[in-house]
C-alpha cells in the first residue's frame, strides 16, 4: 500500500506565501518523477510543477519565476514553495508521484488526497 499525505494548504492573501509538503510512505522501492497539479470546479487538472528523481524541474508558464518545486528523497518528501500568490492560484493542490513498489514491475502513478488553497483578501 502507498500513500500520499499533503500538507501545508489553507487561506492567504494576495502577495503571500505558502509552502505545500507531499510524503509519500509504504512498501516503495523507488520514485521517478514527481510532482503537482491543481483543479479548479469545472476544469480539468492541470500541471503546476513537476522534478525527476535527478532534480530536473518543470514548471507552467503561469507559476514562473513565483513557484518553486523541490524534494527531499531520503524522506520520500515534494514541496511546492508559492510565493507572491495570486487568486488565480485558489485551487484544490494534489501531488503525485511516479513510484515503484515492492512485488510490482513497472512504475505507477499515485495521488494524493488533495489540498485546498485559497488566496483572498
Known amino acids: 500500500q502507498v500513500q500520499l499525505v499533503e500538507s501545508g494548504g489553507g487561506l492567504v492573501q494576495p502577495g503571500g506565501s505558502l509552502r505545500l509538503s507531499c510524503a509519500a510512505s509504504?512498501?516503495?522501492?523507488?520514485?521517478?518523477?514527481m510532482g503537482w497539479y491543481r483543479q479548479v470546479p469545472g476544469k480539468q487538472r492541470e500541471l503546476v510543477a513537476k522534478?525527476?528523481?535527478?532534480?530536473?524541474?518543470d514548471y507552467a508558464d503561469s507559476v514562473k519565476g513565483r513557484f518553486i518545486i523541490s524534494r527531499d528523497n531520503a524522506k520520500n518528501t515534494v514541496y511546492l514553495q508559492m510565493n507572491s500568490l495570486i487568486p488565480e492560484d485558489t485551487a484544490v493542490y494534489y501531488c503525485?508521484?511516479?513510484?515503484?513498489?515492492?512485488?510490482?514491475?513497472?512504475?505507477?502513478?499515485?495521488w494524493g488526497q488533495g489540498t485546498q488553497v485559497t488566496v483572498s483578501s
Open positions: 522534478i525527476t528523481s535527478g532534480g530536473r524541474r
Open positions: 509504504g512498501s516503495i522501492v523507488s520514485i521517478n518523477a
Open positions: 503525485n508521484a511516479d513510484l515503484t513498489t515492492s512485488g510490482s514491475t513497472g512504475s505507477y502513478r499515485y
